[in-house]
């Protein structure tokens, strides 16, 4: 088969159809690439067109409050900042340091009533047009795979306005309130990427976040995730699809109960299948292999141990591959204990074990 451009590649793996070799999509952490680059990669490189990944455009309107940012605190150690979100967070200064958050402003059903209000300005500076304008035709021309990202469901109210345990309590609760916060964050994403579609920019697909598990367990029930969460999945789905677009679900943690519900929404990729919490992706390509496509699924804690994880690769990929619908990738994203050596020969066998 003649070499594909990753849109092409891309595509016909989310149905599942025949490509010259499986897509490679995957992130790396800031300190992972300056190790690289430290180690032997090329200043001016770009890990991905380096190591023969495929490149996926993502666009990401802005559908937050869009709370005043400002720095409280600075010292060698950290920075103490509030976030669009509302949040106020100590960041560390080591390079992929996890934020420290500290306080959540919109965490009450009548703060909720300002952020809402906020999110619902229809201000299209949210859209970064100007990037759109400069960039679009070049990366058509090459060939990218481009995706509209919403934001919305669990994850985004749960991490960076509200908080875990206020969420949760209030999907039992206050379920009109989380019900209430979903529709605002898929309505306000929609109506964004309804105005680049409407501008005369094409996508291919649509991407979202929400992780919904965490170790070998979901954050709530099957029984509330369909009736609070699952509508607005279908929604998004919907949306996509009436627009000729296909679906990916980035979703961390143990998932595993909700691919039912999941599938018979039409969501067509499922990422990234963490292994550490409990995922299991060669027993998820055999129950759900005729309607789902695989994103991730190659344990990202054994990447720094060339042994492990080329026998990994060699047991996973050949069978993920099988009948098509399957991007290799990490099950997070590439950490700093990567070196550039193992980087290497990791990314030539994923070439070599992905050939059809």
Known sequence: ???????????????????????????????????????????????????????????????????????????????????QWGQTQRVFNQLDSTPEVLENYYDTRERWEEAKARMLDGDTSR?????????????????????????????????????????????YDDPDWVEDVFDTYLKVSLDLCQKILDAGYEFDGVFWYDDMGYKNTTFFSPAIYRE???????????????????????????????????????????????????????????????????????NAQIWDKPELIKAEMEKIIPLMKEGGGYIFASDHSIPNSVSFENMKMISELAHKLGKY
């Open 1 to 83: 088969m003649d070499k594909m451009t990753s849109r092409e590649r891309i595509l016909r793996t989310y149905k599942r159809q025949e490509v010259d070799r499986i897509p490679m999509v995957d992130s790396a952490w800031a300190g992972t690439v300056k190790r690289w680059k430290s180690e032997g990669m090329p200043e001016n490189a770009d890990w991905q067109d380096y190591f023969g990944f495929d490149k996926i455009v993502k666009i990401c309107p802005n559908n937050s409050p869009r709370f005043e940012q400002k720095i409280i605190e600075k010292n060698d150690r950290y920075i103490i900042r509030t976030t």
């Open 127 to 171: 859209i970064n047009w100007e990037w759109l304008k400069n960039n679009y035709a070049k990366w058509k021309a090459e060939g990218r795979f481009l995706q509209l990202v919403v934001w919305f469901g669990f994850d985004v109210a749960h991490s960076h306005m509200i908080g875990t345990e206020n969420l949760l309590v209030a999907m």
């Open 228 to 298: 609070l969460l699952k509508p607005y999945h279908k929604r998004a789905v919907d949306w996509a699809h009436e627009r000729g677009m296909v679906t990916e679900l980035h979703s961390c943690g143990f998932i595993e109960s909700l691919i039912p519900d999941l599938t018979e929404i039409g969501v067509e990729m499922l990422n990234p299948l963490e292994i550490k919490a409990g995922m299991d992706p060669i027993k998820l390509k055999k129950e759900y292999g005729d309607k789902l496509a695989f994103h991730g699924g190659i």
